[in-house]
């Protein structure tokens, strides 16, 4: 290899990173010909492959990364971002992880690694140069983060960087202009370490290179180790911060209108935001709105024959997880299209579909038809409850669709977190539907679990108000299961009787039942429910087979539909006691939204009047 040239190649012209050795310099040339080095998962696997021998390799002192022919790098591969912007949230955000997985490494690299700039280095390709230890730019050359431009927003780290490294408005000016920054003014500002003549930029960060290699190695490694350690979780987290606001800005209008100008290159015409954009912006940040890119910490819980499309579009459309009810469809295919009214009325907002697995609902084979029909449609989230959905986790992994498990005792979490599931919630006693045997409350559920949990957890049972939200997030939950406090929503199908019964109700109008054949039941206070407990004290020892005629699923679908709530068991909690009309949900979510922040503030200001 000839010093300023391109590295010798052991590989073919067309690998997409050519490495080669000069002195105990490692030259990593990123090599999309013809494309200005465009970023490519092939490319990201070749670099890993490559950190991963330097890391070990003696004879490697330090990295210098540059691009073929005269350009750095111009990012991600504009046709293939727009085929991602098909793909399910969770998979463009896989997509994104390839390119984070990358800059970690080279970050947390235990050698120096210098970033050769000639040309320019636009988007991820300016997010890879700043994941480098140190930057030699020609002094034509540019940095730019191009994204705004294609309505879409920096991702590998840039806005992590970006942030500390320059002036808030010099950093604001990069990141919503879009603009190319000429290395020039980065180079003033301490971002880039040393400006070449153009063309020369390889030359000036090989000498550095060569200058380090003969250097204390030992200590460099340390240095570097002691340099990435402040700022280390910072970046994690902002890199987890960005991957969900690109995977999401990718399903944009404005991703479509702008990466089709880019292509084009013509002048994008943004579409104009509608009510529904401001949405997507989170109004709390909690583990639980970044695993679902929701607004709010809010989860719609299943609900048996009411969670349909038009209820779970809404609570999407809302800014909160909804899921619609598996069970409620006899037929897979009628899921299947039920799925795909909902996909067809949120665009790419999320929702997820709930699997009950209690073993009346769905049986057997069903069950793992559900979860492949889910894997099928893309569905990125699904809502499991009754029993474990350890048999199924192969089928979600695969299909990289995230697991809420609903359980109603800590015991069940912690057995449901030691297999794998994404994130857990723990309903209380005071929850519609089936609060367990062990009757738990709410509160201590959420007083106990972070001590006992690592992943994400979430509280249902009696969440009626927004305080109740706050307080579990207080409590270092990421979130809420809400069942009864929608059942009045607008788009809730059911007959206007049922929803007055509600209305009517108060938090003393729930009854208890079926405890005898250990599947708990709590739901409205009814003839059906004096029955099922008049019968339950009579005979302790009665089957379910006995009480099927009682509290069959169809009943309640009867009660629904005609409004007459004196049979059937109609799962509702105590929160019925803060229901005091019908609502849209959003209106609803509205109320909670205005209640977490008040009661948010409301604690912040506690603190803040002591340190006063
Ligand atoms: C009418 C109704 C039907 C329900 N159906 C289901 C269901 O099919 N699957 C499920 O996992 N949870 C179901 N649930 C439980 C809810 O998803 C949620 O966990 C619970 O309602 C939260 O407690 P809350 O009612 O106090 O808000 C149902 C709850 C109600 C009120």
């Known amino acids: 290899?000839?010093?300023?040239?391109?590295?010798?190649?052991?590989?073919?012209?067309?690998?997409?990173?050519?490495?080669?050795?000069?002195?105990?310099?490692?030259?990593?040339?990123?090599?999309?010909?013809?494309?200005?080095?465009?970023?490519?998962?092939?490319?990201?696997?070749?670099?890993?492959?490559?950190?991963?021998?330097?890391?070990?390799?003696?004879?490697?002192?330090?990295?210098?990364?540059?691009?073929?022919?005269?350009?750095?790098?111009?990012?991600?591969?504009?046709?293939?971002?727009?085929?991602?912007?098909?793909?399910?949230?969770?998979?463009?955000?896989?997509?994104?992880?390839?390119?984070?997985?990358?800059?970690?490494?080279?970050?947390?690299?235990?050698?120096?690694?210098?970033?050769?700039?000639?040309?320019?280095?636009?988007?991820?390709?300016?997010?890879l140069a700043f994941a480098a230890d140190m930057i030699v730019a020609a002094e034509d050359s540019y940095f730019a983060l191009s994204y705004v431009k294609a309505g879409l927003v920096p991702d590998g780290g840039a806005t992590g960087f970006l942030s500390r490294a320059l002036p808030p408005q010099l950093a604001a000016e990069m990141a919503l202009l879009g603009e190319r920054m000429p290395a020039g003014r980065l180079a003033a500002?301490?971002?880039?370490?040393?400006?070449?003549?153009?063309?020369?930029?390889?030359?000036?960060?090989?000498?550095?290179?060569?200058?380090?290699?003969?250097?204390?190695?030992?200590?460099?490694?340390?240095?570097?180790?002691?340099?990435?350690?402040?700022?280390?979780?910072?970046?994690?987290a902002q890199l987890d911060r960005e991957k969900p606001a690109m995977a999401r800005?990718?399903?944009?209008?404005?991703?479509?209108?702008?990466?089709?100008?880019?292509?084009?290159k013509r002048v994008p015409a943004f579409p104009v935001p509608t009510s529904s954009d401001p949405q997507r912006r989170a109004a709390v940040e909690t583990d639980a709105t970044r695993m679902f890119g929701v607004r709010l910490p809010i989860v719609a819980g299943g609900l048996m024959w009411l969670a349909d499309a038009d209820y779970v579009a809404a609570a999407a459309k809302a800014g909160i997880m909804g899921f619609i009810t598996a069970a409620s469809f006899a037929e897979p295919e009628a899921l299947r299209a039920e799925i795909r009214r909902c996909r067809d009325m949120v665009g790419d907002l999320p929702f997820g579909v709930n699997i009950s697995m209690l073993p009346k609902l769905v049986e057997g084979d069903r069950i793992r038809q559900v979860f492949e029909l889910a894997a099928e449609e893309g569905v990125s989230f699904v809502e499991t409850s009754g029993r474990s959905p350890e048999d199924y986790l192969a089928i979600t992994r695969a299909a990289g669709i995230k697991v809420l498990h609903k359980v109603s005792s800590l015991r069940h979490a912690v057995k449901a977190q030691s297999i794998g599931v994404d994130a857990v919630s723990i309903v209380g006693a005071e929850c519609g539907g089936h609060p367990g045997v062990e009757m738990i409350g709410s509160m201590v559920n959420a007083g106990l679990a972070a001590?006992?949990?690592?992943?994400?957890?979430?509280?249902?049972?009696?969440?009626?108000?927004?305080?109740?939200?706050?307080?579990?997030?207080?409590?270092?939950?990421?979130?809420?299961v809400i069942g009864t406090r929608f059942l009045v929503a607008d788009e809730i199908r059911a007959h206007s009787a049922y929803k007055q019964a509600l209305i009517d109700a108060t938090e003393r109008d729930t009854a208890v039942g079926m405890h005898t054949v250990r599947n708990t039941v709590r739901a409205l206070a009814n003839d059906t429910m004096r029955e099922l407990r008049q019968i339950e004290a009579e005979r302790p020892d009665v089957g379910i087979q006995d009480l099927l005629p009682l509290v069959s699923g169809k009943i309640a679908r009867r009660a629904y539909e005609t409004g007459d709530i004196s049979?059937?068991?109609?799962?509702?909690?105590?929160?019925?006691?803060?229901?005091?009309?019908?609502?849209?949900?959003?209106?609803?979510?509205?109320?909670?939204?205005?209640?977490?922040?008040?009661?948010?503030?409301?604690?912040?200001?506690?603190?803040?009047?002591?340190?006063?």
């Open 1 to 127: 290899m000839t010093k300023g040239g391109t590295a010798t190649m052991a590989e073919p012209a067309h690998d997409p990173v050519l490495a080669g050795i000069l002195g105990q310099t490692l030259v990593l040339t990123l090599n999309t010909p013809g494309k200005r080095n465009v970023l490519s998962p092939e490319m990201y696997r070749r670099l890993t492959e490559l950190l991963g021998q330097a890391r070990t390799n003696p004879d490697v002192a330090v990295i210098v990364v540059q691009g073929a022919d005269g350009f750095f790098c111009a990012g991600g591969d504009l046709r293939a971002l727009s085929e991602r912007a098909a793909l399910p949230v969770s998979q463009r955000e896989e997509r994104i992880e390839e390119l984070h997985r990358v800059v970690r490494l080279l970050r947390a690299f235990p050698k120096p690694v210098i970033a050769a700039i000639e040309g320019g280095a636009a988007g991820a390709g300016a997010s």
């Open 567 to 612: 049979r059937g068991v109609l799962s509702a909690g105590q929160s019925l006691g803060a229901i005091t009309e019908t609502a849209p949900l959003a209106e609803i979510v509205r109320e909670l939204e205005e209640g977490m922040v008040a009661a948010l503030r409301r604690a912040g200001g506690l603190l803040a009047a002591a340190a006063a």
């Open 451 to 480: 001590s006992r949990l690592t992943i994400p957890w979430l509280i249902g049972g009696g969440i009626g108000a927004g305080a109740q939200v706050a307080a579990v997030l207080a409590m270092g939950g990421a979130g809420v």
């Open 249 to 264: 800005a990718l399903g944009s209008a404005e991703a479509a209108a702008g990466i089709g100008a880019f292509k084009e």
């Open 189 to 236: 500002l301490g971002v880039v370490n040393r400006l070449a003549p153009a063309g020369g930029a390889l030359d000036m960060a090989l000498d550095m290179a060569a200058g380090m290699a003969r250097g204390a190695r030992q200590a460099q490694t340390e240095i570097l180790a002691l340099l990435d350690a402040p700022d280390r979780a910072g970046f994690d």
